[in-house]
Nanobody, 125 residues
Framework: QVQLVESGGGLVQAGGSLRLSCAAS????????AGWFRQAPGKEREFVAA????????YYADSVKGRFTISRDNTKNTVYLQMNSLKPEDTAVYYC??????????????????WGQGTQVTVSS
């Protein structure tokens, strides 16, 4: 089993920055793709960003492109999401997820088999 634990959420003013971390433990796959998703109150969960197993490829939702950066340190089994120029509409619970068998040109589509518990990000106006 794989456990994912997010951290780094909090309250920040619009225009500010936060860095989320996602630490993986347990039987971590050797080459998993990782993704960040978010869910705002009353809305469906949406994709935010994904990174390939070696960090060589990334993919972003249009709503965060140019503001968020996903990265990973495989020596620490940790994936990061640097969030800059935050907006009130970025307020949500952020989840990290892992896909142990990414495949093909749309490798970021999942399925993501493992999920963290989420961390709250609140952006005040």
């Amino acid at each position: 089993q794989v456990q994912l634990v997010e951290s780094g959420g909090g309250l920040v003013q619009a225009g500010g920055s936060l860095r989320l971390s996602c630490a993986a433990s347990g039987r971590t796959p050797s080459s998993y793709a990782a993704g960040w998703f978010r869910q705002a109150p009353g809305k469906e969960r949406e994709f935010v960003a994904a990174i390939s197993w070696n960090g060589g490829s990334t993919y972003y939702a249009d709503s965060v492109k140019g503001r968020f950066t996903i990265s990973r340190d495989n020596t620490k089994n940790t994936v990061y999401l640097q969030m800059n120029s935050l907006k009130p509409e970025d307020t949500a619970v952020y989840y990290c997820a892992a896909d142990p068998m990414p495949y093909g040109s749309r490798w970021y589509d999942g399925p993501y088999d493992y999920w963290g518990q989420g961390t709250q990000v609140t952006v005040s106006s």
